[in-house]
T-cell receptor, first 116, second 115 residues
């Protein structure tokens, strides 16, 4: 079945540091890929997504590129802020347009803490 | 647009009682809604998929008689935890898929504590 593997956390950075959170996946066909963010005590918010190979999703300074050859979707940000402290989840869903689209498989989550 | 409201956000109930959680799409029609469960410091696990007007499809290992899902309209799905026990304490999150396209939105989650 489908699976998502994220780098283990927690990740602790100083403000303005560079962030990378690795994500690799196993899936049949051409899944859509997502990064979600969860702030303490809250639900999930979509951070960015990509639906086909070589697509780059971006939002709020975060970026991730859909790499089919390496089955990866690593999250990056050039300069993190204290307000970026949260849990980040990589996820995939079956091909956009398929009947199962939206049925997400999540990675284990990575806790990010940014210090001033 | 594409707002999903989930209520209640927090609920504490006594062991043996039932609790209903609502998931509403406020400004769009949702043909499909998904219910997830999140254990402390763990990832989200899909519990079931509900389609408007039909029975929910449960993932392996999820007790359908314990977690009753109803999707009676295009804007509302409910999850009822029946005869709750402390091990049912968890964070439950729904997501709704918009009819006509393939976007979807998450609710803000419900923290259930069974005492």
């Amino acid at each position: 079945g489908d699976s998502v593997t994220q780098m283990e956390g927690p990740v602790t950075l100083s403000e303005e540091a560079f962030l990378t959170i690795n994500c690799t996946y196993t899936a049949t066909g051409y899944p859509s890929l997502f990064w979600y963010v969860q702030y303490p005590g809250e639900g999930l918010q979509l951070l960015l997504k990509a639906t086909k190979a070589d697509d780059k999703g971006s939002n709020k300074g975060f970026e991730a590129t859909y790499r089919k050859e390496t089955t990866s979707f690593h999250l990056e940000k050039g300069s993190v802020q204290v307000s970026d402290s949260a849990v980040y989840f990589c996820a995939l869903s079956p091909r956009a347009g398929g009947t199962s689209y939206g049925k997400l498989t999540f990675g284990q989550g990575t806790i990010l803490t940014v210090h001033p | 647009g594409a707002v999903v409201s989930q209520h209640p956000s927090r609920v504490i109930c006594k062991s043996g009682t039932s609790v209903k959680i609502e998931c509403r799409s406020l400004d769009f029609q949702a043909t499909t809604m998904f219910w997830y469960r999140q254990f402390p410091k763990q990832s989200l696990m899909l519990m079931a998929t509900s389609n408007e007007g039909s029975k929910a499809t449960y993932e392996q290992g999820v007790e359908k008689d314990k977690f009753l899902i109803n999707h009676a309209s295009l804007t509302l799905s409910t999850l009822t935890v029946t005869s709750a026990h402390p091990e049912d304490s968890s964070f439950y999150i729904c997501s709704a898929r918009r009819a006509g396209d393939y976007g979807y939105t998450f609710g803000s989650g419900t923290r259930l504590t069974v005492v």
